[in-house]
C-alpha cells in the first residue's frame, strides 16, 4: 500500500486544548509594526521567533499576521487543504499582474486546474531539451567579454535569466521577436511588486499606471502570437504552446487573458527568483576558495568526460548540488509565504481565528541551530549522504513545501546548474568589494544581493581530472539479500513532473494530465537503482524508497 503522510497531529486535537497565539507589543496605530518589519524583515522575524515562539502575532498595517516557524508548526501551514488557508487572499498585489479570474486571483478549483496547465513543459521530457538553449544563451551574453573584464554580477544574471526562461518556457517568438518589448513590458510588471502594493494594489501611482499599461500591451502581443501559430503545422512544446491546446475540465479553453496571466507566472518562477540565486552561488563560492575548487573539478570532470552541460550530466554533480541547496538556504529568495486563514486553523497548541493572515518564514527555520548546526556557516556538506541535513522536508524549505510547493523547482535546479557550470568552465572570477560586503537586500519583495555587486572575469585554461569511481552502496547489497524493496508515496505532494516514470517505468506510470500509478510497491532487487533515481529525482520529494540502512526521511 503507499505511504500516506498521515495530517499533523494538531488537527486531531480538541479545540479547548487550544489558546491563541502570543501577540508582539509596541505596534503602531494605523501601520503596526511596519516600521520593524520594513527596516529588516529577517531580523524582525528572527527577533520575533526568539522572543515568542514558533507561533506568533503581530500586525501588518491593520492586519493581524501570524508567524509560523520550525518543522511542526511548518509542517502544519504546508498541509493545510486551500479550505483552510488560502493563497488568493494573500497575494492580490498580483491581481493587477497576473489578471483578474487567474491563478490567485482564481476561485480555488479553477486556480489549481490553472497551475496544474502549466506542469506539461516541466515534466522530464521537454526538460531535456532545454539544456543547449540554456548554454547558448550563456555564451551568447558572453561572446563579447573578451579575456577580462569586470561586470555587475546581479544585472547578468538577471538579463541571462530572463533570455533563458523566456526562451525554455514561452518560445522562440518572445526570445527574438520580441525581446527588446518583452523585456520592456516585463521591467514595468516587476517594478510594481511594492510592499504598499500588498495591501492597495490599485493606488493611482506611476508605478502602477505603467504595470496596467504593460499588461494590456502584452496581452495584445499573447493575442498575435496566437494568431502566427495557428497558421503553423508544427509548434514546439512550450509552456505557451501548451496552454493555447490545454482544456479546463469542462471543455472550455483559456482566454488570451488568461494565457497572459499565466505566461507572466511562468516567467516570474522561473526568473525572479533564480536570478538572485544564481548570483549567490557565484559570490558564495568565491568567498570560500575550496567549494569552488571541489565544484571546478566537478564541471571539468564533465567536459572531460565528453559529456559538457546536459540534462542527465547535470543531476550528477552532487558537489555543485550541494552549493545550490546551502545557497537557499542562507539566502532564500522568499522569506515570506502568506496564506489568508479562510477556517480556524490549529497549529501546535495554538488556534489561529478565520480572517487572520499566517506566514511561513523559511529564512527564519533554515537559521534553527535545532535543524542546521552552527547555521550562519556556508557549509555545503550539510547535505552529504553521512549528514543528511535537509532530511526533514519542513526543515529545509527554499521551495515551499506541501501541496503548493513550487512547481518550478526542478526547472529553476536546472537552469541555475547550467548557467554555474557553462561560466566555470571558461572563466575564472574574483569578487572586487570586500567579501563580507556582498549582503542580502532585504528591502526587495524577492531578496537578492544588494547593488552594485561587482565581480572580475578571467578566461580560464581548463584543467584535466580524473574520472569519479563508483561502488556498490551498502543498501544496494541490503536489497540483494533480502530481494525486494519498498516503494512509499505521498500522494499529496506529487505534482505529476513525470520524472519517476522516466527513471523506472516498470515501477511509475504518470498519464497526460500528471496522475501518478504505482505499478509496483515492492518491486524486485534489480530495480532498485531505477527507483533511487525515482526518488533521487523527484522535484517535490514526493516518493521515498526504504531499505535498511538508508539515511531516513520523515513520513
Known amino acids: 500500500m503507499p505511504h500516506l503522510s498521515p495530517l499533523p497531529l494538531v488537527y486531531r486535537m480538541s479545540k479547548q486544548n487550544y489558546k491563541e497565539p502570543p501577540k508582539l507589543s509596541g505596534g503602531l496605530p494605523l501601520v503596526g509594526h511596519i516600521p520593524q518589519f520594513g527596516k529588516n524583515p529577517h531580523k524582525f522575524m528572527l527577533d520575533l521567533r526568539e522572543q515568542l515562539g514558533d507561533v506568533a502575532q503581530f500586525k501588518f498595517f491593520h492586519l493581524d499576521m501570524v508567524l509560523i516557524t520550525g518543522p511542526e508548526a511548518s509542517e502544519a501551514f504546508y498541509r493545510a487543504p486551500d479550505e483552510v488557508l488560502d493563497q488568493g487572499p ?3 498585489m498580483m491581481t493587477p499582474i497576473f489578471g483578474k479570474g487567474v491563478v490567485f486571483d482564481a476561485p480555488i478549483k479553477r486556480k489549481n486546474e490553472q497551475l496544474q496547465m502549466l506542469m506539461p513543459a516541466l515534466r522530464d521530457k521537454p526538460m531535456r531539451t532545454y539544456s543547449g538553449l540554456i548554454v547558448g544563451e550563456v555564451e551568447n551574453l558572453i561572446k563579447d567579454w573578451g579575456d577580462s573584464g569586470q561586470i555587475d554580477l546581479l544585472e547578468f544574471t538577471k538579463e541571462l535569466t530572463m533570455y533563458t526562461s523566456s526562451h525554455c518556457l514561452l518560445g522562440p517568438e518572445f526570445r527574438y521577436e520580441l525581446s527588446n518589448e518583452f523585456v520592456g513590458i516585463y521591467h514595468d510588471l516587476e517594478q510594481a511588486i511594492k510592499p504598499i502594493a500588498y495591501i492597495f494594489p490599485y493606488l493611482p501611482f506611476p508605478v502602477f499606471r505603467r504595470r496596467d499599461k504593460a499588461r494590456v500591451k502584452l496581452e495584445k502581443l499573447v493575442r498575435e502570437i496566437m494568431v502566427k ?14 496552454l493555447i491546446e490545454a482544456n479546463y475540465e469542462d471543455g472550455t479553453k483559456l482566454t488570451p487573458h488568461e494565457i497572459t496571466g499565466m505566461l507572466i507566472a511562468a516567467v516570474f518562477a522561473g526568473h525572479h527568483t ?8 557565484l559570490i558564495e563560492l568565491l568567498r570560500h576558495p575550496e567549494h569552488l575548487q571541489s565544484v571546478l573539478e566537478e564541471v571539468d570532470q564533465l567536459y572531460d568526460e565528453g559529456e559538457g552541460v546536459s540534462f542527465d550530466s547535470l543531476r550528477q554533480v552532487p558537489k555543485l548540488e550541494n552549493v545550490l541547496k546551502e545557497v537557499l538556504r542562507l539566502h532564500p529568495p522568499l522569506i ?18 478565520a480572517g487572520k493572515f499566517v506566514c511561513a518564514a523559511p529564512s527564519v527555520t533554515h537559521r ?4 542546521f548546526p552552527d547555521p550562519d556557516k556556508f557549509d555545503p556538506d550539510r547535505y552529504t549522504p553521512e549528514r543528511c541535513e535537509d532530511k526533514n522536508m519542513y526543515g529545509w524549505q527554499a521551495f515551499g513545501g506541501g501541496r503548493h510547493k513550487c512547481s518550478g ?4 535546479l536546472f537552469q541555475i546548474k547550467a548557467i554555474i557550470s557553462t561560466l566555470l568552465s571558461q572563466y575564472e572570477f574574483e569578487l572586487v568589494n570586500p567579501a563580507e560586503s556582498y549582503q542580502d537586500d532585504y528591502q526587495k519583495m ?7 555587486c561587482l565581480v572580475r572575469y578571467k578566461k580560464r585554461v581548463e584543467a584535466k581530472q580524473p574520472s569519479a569511481v563508483t561502488t556498490q552502496s551498502d543498501a544496494q547489497e541490503a536489497v540483494e539479500a533480502q530481494g525486494t524493496f519498498r516503494v512509499e508515496v505521498d500522494f499529496d505532494l506529487c505534482k505529476g513532473h513525470g520524472n519517476c516514470a522516466a527513471e523506472a517505468p516498470e515501477i511509475f506510470q504518470v498519464d497526460d494530465k500528471g496522475s501518478l500509478t504505482v505499478l509496483e510497491y515492492n518491486p524486485k532487487a534489480e530495480l532498485l537503482e531505477k527507483a533511487r533515481a525515482a526518488e533521487k529525482f523527484c522535484p517535490t520529494r514526493a516518493i521515498r524508497i526504504v531499505t535498511e540502512g538508508q539515511c531516513m526521511k520523515p513520513k
Do not use: C, I
Request: charged fraction near 20%; proline fraction near 3%; aromatic fraction near 10%.
Open 229 to 242: 501559430r495557428a497558421g503553423k503545422q508544427e509548434n514546439k512544446a512550450n509552456v505557451f504552446q501548451t
Open 409 to 412: 523547482n526542478s526547472f529553476a
Open 90 to 92: 494573500a497575494y492580490k
Open 446 to 452: 524577492v531578496v537578492e544581493p544588494g547593488s552594485p
Open 336 to 353: 515570506l509565504l502568506m496564506r489568508r486563514v479562510m477556517q480556524d486553523f490549529h497549529v501546535k497548541d495554538y488556534l489561529v481565528k
Open 368 to 371: 534553527m541551530a535545532s535543524l
Open 274 to 281: 533564480s536570478s538572485g540565486t544564481t548570483a549567490w552561488v
